[in-house]
């Protein structure tokens, strides 16, 4: 019963943390970035994430005391997420220099 509580909280904080936190941060980020006009404007933006992120000093140590393995699924998830890309040999490894290679390659067999 232990250790299905500790998977669950464990798969809880690996899946959770990315989709909302991280994902919902960039989101926002990228949203309010756009909207910056000046240096100024973008400097005092930059330090106003920089310290809004400062509540998260208090959050982590209460997420590890509640799922203390959470770090060690985000690294196999990561590790498993770029085996596969290198093994199905995906285009997420490959420079852009040889992607567009590629495209043009590609549109010169289709003209000729």
């Keep these: 019963r232990a250790i299905a509580r500790e998977a669950l909280r464990t798969s809880l904080v690996t899946s959770l943390v990315p989709i909302y936190v991280v994902g919902g941060m960039v989101s926002v980020y990228n949203l309010l970035r756009c909207r910056q006009d000046s240096s100024g404007e973008l400097m005092a933006f930059h330090t106003g994430s920089a310290m809004a992120l400062y509540p ?14 959470w770090i060690g699924g985000h690294v196999l998830g990561f590790v ?21 290679l590629r495209d043009e390659l590609a549109r010169k067999r289709q003209t000729e």
Excluded: E, M
């Excluded at 998260?56 to 393995?69: E, G, S, T």
């Design 56 to 69: 998260f000093v208090h959050l982590i140590p209460v997420l590890d005391r509640w799922a203390p393995r």
């Design 80 to 100: 498993s997420f770029f085996a596969w890309l290198y093994y199905s040999d995906n285009d997420l490894l490959k420079a852009d220099g040889a992607l567009q």
